[in-house]
């Protein structure tokens, strides 16, 4: 009997081991936004297409060293709409060297890039914020630009991170759909592990 016992035992051992092994897997490596350089680790939010290029992903191995004079994209990210659609929204992570900018003050030069981010055409919604993500300050200004009959709303978050601007800009046709992606932002660590 004990060996009955035993032989019975054994699959049901297996698949307790694999059904916890998959249960603590709850964000695959595949899903994780990482660049190493920067010791940034982020997981976007779900549903999304990454747009992102190759040159763009190649770029986040020597993110910290990049001294262009434009706004570098790392990561793009977009809902399956068209973005004429009301549904339509998407995610962009791009960086900028703060050397280029070494005549304003940080808030002034966090600023300054939220506001190319959002280009020329948005208008702010309110005085920009500081807030508190991963345990680093990031500075947060809010843009609409109208685009009858739709309205793309903007939230872009810009910190200093390894002589690099780093701006997380989330854009949507709806108020709602940014809010919902600011809230991926709490899975943000620039810790560097």
Known sequence: MTARFRIALLPLLLMICLSCQSAGDSAPSENVFSVPDLGLRYIPPAGMKDKTSPTAREARDHAASYAGKSAKLLL???SAESDADPDWHNLWVFIFPRALLSNLNDSAAERKMNTALAG???????????????????????????????????KIFTTICHGQLVSFALVSNSAAQVSVMEKTLKTLDLSGR
């Open 120 to 154: 020329p055409k948005a208008a702010p919604v309110s005085q920009p914020q500081s807030t508190l993500l991963a345990g680093r300050g990031f500075l947060v200004s809010e843009f609409e630009q109208k685009e009858p009959p739709l309205v793309k709303h903007a």
């Open 76 to 78: 793009d990210m977009s």
